[in-house]
């Protein structure tokens, strides 16, 4: 039915309808239909989809897309809302669909529910009474450049609708092939529910949590689609913990960086002086720093200050601000990618003798330093920050030491490998484990059933290198949601070979899709994946 209003109206379409180079489609369904009768069965009326679309559309607004809102509309006027967008669409160099409400999934489709959808239904008609996913991506997915669908509605199985007819209760993705310009961002994992507000806050009772951090994701200047996926899951995940967590996952097939609003060129001039890490306006610890990844640091502080705001504070001092900023500017995070800036301000930031800015200027001169001085001046600074106590230093250089195979430096690293391991750092007790040292696996299998996605990442690992991936299939999968390309890669080879879990080649290839999508995967799982033929 979609296809063919749209084939009409393209027929007949005006050529002012190809003007547009950003458009954007928001359907938020809230105020679902009761039946007047008493004891009857309904989708329940849901608070926050209308102000979702709202305030993701506000965003979208300042990042120059022409938009259109629809909320609380039955199924003809759907239909009609994306045939209307199909038109801007096809002439556009960018489309984005974004839909908030009620969702299922079946017989590998996604189904989207319009306000006026029926509880019980034919299972041969789904199409007719749903919207379903596939049909509205082959519709609105016309843009020249990059078509990028959001998904925010729960995505598990068909339990709540009665269905007739043939059951066949299976969940997967979209599907697209390669090369297609086409992402889409789904709220919550496959068979999960999505959250219509936080367990806990931020954000504010009226938002979902998938749509809060949209919204801030999508104003935030320099965030390519890959590290906003990144970022988003990373929040999302943080912000329900306490009722799932709901892990947020992008599938994309897009052959080029994608920006919702370009990085803006910052100005700041390096201070006389840095002050006191405590003293920080960003209030993050050195233990904090010790044990996260910067990624998900710099998502943590991009989703509550713009770059402009951090660069601000370092240029007065902020010695955590300039060690951020000057990452952000290596990797071109929130601000364009400038390695002279990077090394100036993480410089800056190591002189102060702050270790987390010590191990990232000694990183930076690693991977761009100019011969054997920054080579070893890099050496010297991760010595600097190891001495401090500062785990990620001391479990690299750990493994440099222990790469040399000289008795004396490996001894040293497993020494350094306790020392980051007894401050919990995960990777640090993994590697422990995976030397043999007694009680490190069972330290680490302590810190994955905490719930430490990173820990979980780690012990997934340990498993499948010892041959024992059996046992720690709960962690391979719960890493896997979160997006850590290693756990996927494991899920997708096990699922492939029936190790731990039955053959399943639609999983095997959901999760070779996602992690091959991820450019910090290791070749060797890269090759073995690619070499399923999925």
């Not at 890490?277 to 509550?304: G, K, M, N, R, Y």
């Not at 690693?366 to 050496?379: I, L, S």
């Not at 690992?461 to 290693?486: F, M, Q, T």
Request: glycine fraction near 8%; aromatic fraction near 10%; hydrophobic fraction near 45%.
């Amino acid at each position: 039915m979609i296809r063919a209003l749209i084939a009409g109206a393209l027929l007949f379409a005006p050529w002012t309808a190809w003007a547009q180079t950003r458009v954007a489609l928001l359907i938020g369904e809230g105020a679902y239909a009761r039946p007047a009768y008493k004891g009857a069965y309904y989708w329940p009326q849901l608070a926050n989809p209308p102000h979702d679309v709202g305030l993701v559309a506000a965003r979208l607004k300042e990042d120059g897309f022409d938009v259109a809102v629809a909320t609380d509309v039955d199924r003809a006027a759907f239909e009609k809302a994306i045939a209307a967008f199909a038109l801007k669409a096809a002439g556009a160099e960018d489309a984005l669909v974004y839909y908030a409400g009620h969702g299922f999934e079946y017989d590998r489709h996604n189904y989207l529910v319009p306000i006026d959808a029926p509880t019980s239904v034919d299972a041969g008609r789904l199409g007719k009474a749903y919207v379903d996913l596939d049909e509205l991506a082959r519709a609105a997915g016309r843009a020249r450049r990059v078509n990028i669908f959001f998904m925010d509605a729960c995505r598990t199985g068909a339990d709540f609708v009665k269905l007739t007819g043939p059951s066949k209760p299976y969940v997967d993705d979209v599907e697209f092939k390669p090369g297609t310009p086409l992402a889409v961002i789904y709220s919550t994992a496959r068979g999960e529910p999505a959250f219509d507000h936080a367990p806990s806050a931020p954000p504010p009772l009226d938002y979902s949590p998938f749509a809060w951090f949209v919204s801030r994701f999508v104003a935030t200047p320099g965030i390519s689609l890959g590290d906003f996926s990144t970022y988003l899951t990373a929040k999302v995940e943080a912000s329900t913990r306490d009722g799932g967590p709901q892990s947020p996952y992008m599938l994309s097939s897009l052959t080029q960086l994608f920006y919702f609003r370009p990085a803006a060129p910052i100005a700041a001039t390096l201070p006389a002086a840095m002050g006191d890490a405590q003293a920080s306006a960003l209030h993050l610890s050195i233990d904090h720093l010790a044990v996260t990844d910067e990624p998900v640091v710099v998502a943590d502080v991009l989703a509550a200050h713009t770059p402009a705001e951090i660069a601000g504070m370092a240029q007065g001092g902020d010695v955590i601000a300039a060690y951020l900023i000057g990452y952000m500017f290596e990797f071109g995070r929130g601000v364009p990618q400038d390695l002279g800036q990077a090394r100036a301000w993480l410089e800056k930031a190591a002189v102060s003798g702050l270790a987390p800015a010590q191990l990232e200027l000694g990183y930076f001169l690693e991977q761009h330093g100019a011969g054997a001085e920054d080579k070893a001046r890099a050496r010297w600074l991760m010595e600097a920050a190891s001495e401090q106590g500062f785990a990620k230093a001391q479990a690299h250089l750990a493994s440099l030491l222990m790469s040399d195979k000289a008795p004396a430096d490996y001894q040293r690293g497993v020494e350094l490998l306790r020392a980051a391991a007894a401050r919990d750092y995960p990777y640090a007790v993994y590697a422990l484990a995976w030397i043999d040292e007694p009680g490190a696996a069972a330290r680490l299998a302590m810190l994955a059933a905490k719930g430490d996605l990173a820990s979980r990442q780690w012990a997934c690992e340990l498993g499948a290198k010892g041959g024992s991936i059996a046992a720690v299939i709960p962690d391979c999968a719960a890493a896997a949601k979160a997006g850590y390309a290693i756990s996927q890669a494991r899920l997708a080879i096990a699922c492939h070979d029936g190790d731990g879990v039955k053959v399943d080649p639609d999983d095997a290839r959901h999760w070779e899709r996602l992690a091959i999508a991820q450019p910090d995967l290791e070749p060797d799982l890269q090759a073995k994946l690619r070499t399923f033929g999925y």
